[in-house]
C-alpha cells in the first residue's frame, strides 16, 4: 500500500494515532485507579472486619487466624504465617497458619529469613527464597510446600518493640511481592499486635484477678483461722477441768469442719489411763466421757502410731472397735486422727468423724484439724502442768500448815508437861488443883488455835466479841510471853494503860500479839534485845504495839509480809503467823502498819474500841 498522495493527510493521521495512544494511556490509568480503589476498599473492609472482630472476641487464635486470612487475600498469596518471639529461649514460634499446612515450627533468633527480620527489625522481599542464602529449604522438604516468592515483615508493638514476623509466600499473578504488598502486611501487622497485645493485657489481668482471689481466699481462710484459734485459746485458758477443755476444744473443731462428731483421747499423766471424750455435733452441750483399753479404738491406734490416721470407711476398718467407736452416738464414715504431741511422747489423740455434708474430709479440713491439735496440745500440758503444780501447792500448804499447827502447839504443850511434872512432885491438894487449872487453861489454849487454823484455812470469819479489861488481858499475855522469852537475853517491857477497857475478840488479839511476839523473838534469837509491848486509847480505836530491836525485816519480803506462807528465812517457819494476825485484825474492822529499820521492827494494830458492837 503507498503513501496518500495528498501531504495534508500525513498529518491528519499522525494526530490520530497520538489521540488514540492519549487514549490507551487514559484508559490504562482509568484502570490502574479503578484497581487502587478496589484494593483500597477491600483493605478498609478488611481494616474493618479486623476492628469488628478486635472489639467482639477475645479468642486470640481466632483473631490472628481473621487477620493473616484478609492478609492473604489482600497480598493474594498462597500462605500466610505468623510467629511470635519467645524471649527466654531467644526463639521464634508458629503461632497461627493459613495456607498449606506445615509441622510447628520453632526458628532461632537470627537464623533463617523470620529469624533474621525479628532479629533486625528490617523487612525482607525475595522474588526466589532458594536463591538466597538466608532461606532455609528444609522446610520446604519436610512439608512438600515450595516456596516461591517471599515477603518477611516485622511485628511491633505499640511500644515499637519487635514481638514476632509475618511472613507471606508465593505471591499470585506476579513473581514478587510489591512495596505495597509490604505496606499492606504492616498496616495488618498493628492490629495482629493490638490483639496480641490485648490478649496478652487480659491474660495478665485474669491471672492477676485469679491470683488476688486466691490471696483473698487464703486471707479469709487464715483470718477464720485465726478466729478459731484465739477463741479456742480464750476457752481453754478459761476451763476449770479436763471436761471443760475437751468441750471446748472438740465444739469448735466440729463446727468448723463441719464433721458429725469428735472425740479427745488423753493418756492419765499418774496412772497412764486412757480416758476418752466424745461430742456428737448435733449435741455440743453433751460431753460423753469412758475409759478406753491400749490399742482400742482409732485414737488408741494413732497414739500408738504418733502419725496421723485417715480412713474412709471406719465401720469397715479393722481398728473398728466395738466398745469405743461402737459406742459413739452418731453414724459416721470416714475417721482423721492425729496425735497430741507431748514433750516426749503423744499425751492423747483427737479424731474426727464424718462429715455432714460433704463426702469427706477436705485438705483444708485437714490442715484446719492439725492448727486446732497443735494449740490443744500445748493447752492440755498446761493444763495438766497447772493441776500438778496445784496438787503440790496443796500437799506444800498442807505441809506447812501442819508445821505451823506444830509449831504453835509447841509452847502449850511445854507448859502442860512442866505443870504434869509439877503435879507429881505436889503434896498439896490445893498447888496440885492450881497446877491443873493452868494445864486445862493451855489445853483450852490449844483448842483455839486448832479452831484458829481450821477457820483461816476454810475462810471463816467467827468472832466472840466482848468487853475486856486490859489490866488482866496483858497480865495473862506478859505470864505466857515471859514463857517465851525466859532464858534468852531478852527483855520483855510491857507500855499499857490498864485503866483502859474494850470490846474485842479476847482469844483472837491474844493470838495476834503471841504471834507477833513471837516473830520478834525470833528475830532477836541469840543477840537478845528488847521486846516492847504497849496498848493505848486513840481517838475511838485502841493502839497496840509490839516493837522489838532486831535486825528488821528483810527488803525482800516487807511489802508482801502479810501474805499466806511468806518467811524471812527463819527456821521453822511457815509463814502464816503474820497472815493470821492481819486477818484477825480485819476481821476486828481495823487496821495494821509496820515500820522497820536496821535497828528493829515496830508493828501497830489499830482496833476500833467497839469493834464488834
Known sequence: MGLPRHPELWSDRGVARDAKSAIDAAERRVRELEDAL???????????????????????????ELILEKLKELVRADRAMLYLLDAPRNELVSRVLVGPDVTHVRVRLGSGIAGRVAQSGRAVRLRDAHADPRFEPEWDLLTGFRTGSLLAVPLRNHLGRTIGVIEASNRQGKPEFSVEDEEMIAVLGTQAAVAIDNSSLLVSQLQKNRELLDTQIALERRVRD???????????????????????????????????????????????????????????????????????????????????????????????????????????????????????????????????????????????????????????????????????????????????????????????????????????????????????????????????????????????????????????????????????????????????????????????????????????????????????AEGDDLVLTVADTGPGIPPEVEGRLFQSFVTAGKTGGTGLGLAIVKKIVDEHGGTIRVHSTASGAAFELRLPRGAGR
Do not use: W
Not at 39 to 47: D, I, K, P, S
Not at 423 to 443: C, G, K, P, S, V
Not at 449 to 476: S, W
Not at 500 to 526: G, I, K, Q, Y
Open 226 to 536: 485465726l478466729e478459731l484459734l484465739f477463741d479456742l485459746e480464750r476457752a481453754t485458758s478459761s476451763a476449770t477441768s479436763l471436761e471443760s477443755l475437751a468441750t471446748a476444744a472438740l465444739e469448735r473443731l466440729v463446727m468448723a469442719c463441719g464433721a458429725r462428731g469428735a472425740a479427745l483421747l488423753l493418756v492419765q499423766p499418774e496412772s497412764g489411763d486412757l480416758v476418752q471424750y466424745v461430742l456428737d455435733g448435733e449435741r455440743p452441750d453433751a460431753l460423753a466421757c469412758f475409759g478406753v483399753k491400749a490399742g482400742e479404738g482409732f485414737l488408741a491406734a494413732a497414739l500408738r502410731t504418733g502419725g496421723a490416721l485417715s480412713v474412709p470407711d471406719g465401720p469397715s476398718d479393722p481398728r473398728f472397735h466395738v466398745h469405743v467407736e461402737g459406742r459413739l452416738p452418731f453414724h459416721f464414715a470416714e475417721v482423721f486422727a492425729l496425735p497430741l504431741e507431748g514433750e516426749s511422747a503423744p499425751i492423747g489423740a483427737i479424731g474426727l468423724f464424718g462429715m455432714r455434708e460433704a463426702p469427706g474430709f477436705g485438705e483444708e479440713d485437714l490442715a484446719l484439724a492439725r492448727l486446732v491439735t497443735a494449740n490443744l496440745a500445748t493447752a492440755v500440758r498446761l493444763f495438766q502442768a497447772g493441776e500438778q503444780r496445784a496438787r503440790q501447792e496443796r500437799l506444800e500448804a498442807i505441809g506447812r500448815l501442819l508445821s505451823q499447827v506444830v509449831h504453835d502447839f509447841k509452847t502449850p504443850m511445854t507448859v502442860i508437861s512442866g505443870y504434869a511434872q509439877l503435879m507429881l512432885d505436889a503434896d498439896e491438894r490445893q498447888q496440885r488443883a492450881e497446877y491443873l487449872e493452868e494445864i486445862l487453861r493451855q489445853f483450852d489454849a490449844l483448842v483455839a488455835m486448832q479452831r484458829e487454823v481450821l477457820e483461816f484455812a476454810r475462810g471463816e470469819k467467827t468472832l466472840f466479841v466482848r468487853r475486856v479489861h486490859l489490866r488482866k488481858f496483858f497480865a495473862d499475855l506478859a505470864r505466857d510471853l515471859g514463857r517465851e522469852v525466859e532464858g534468852k537475853p531478852i527483855e520483855l517491857v510491857f507500855d499499857v494503860d490498864t485503866r483502859l477497857s474494850a470490846r474485842f475478840d479476847e482469844t483472837r488479839v491474844a493470838r495476834a500479839l503471841h504471834n507477833l511476839a513471837r516473830n520478834a523473838v525470833e528475830a532477836m534469837a541469840d543477840g537478845g534485845g528488847t521486846l516492847k509491848i504497849g496498848a493505848r
Open 38 to 64: 478496589a484494593r483500597e476498599r477491600r483493605t478498609v473492609a478488611a481494616l474493618c472486619e479486623v476492628g469488628v472482630a478486635l472489639g467482639a472476641s477475645s479468642e486470640l487464635d481466632e483473631l490472628l
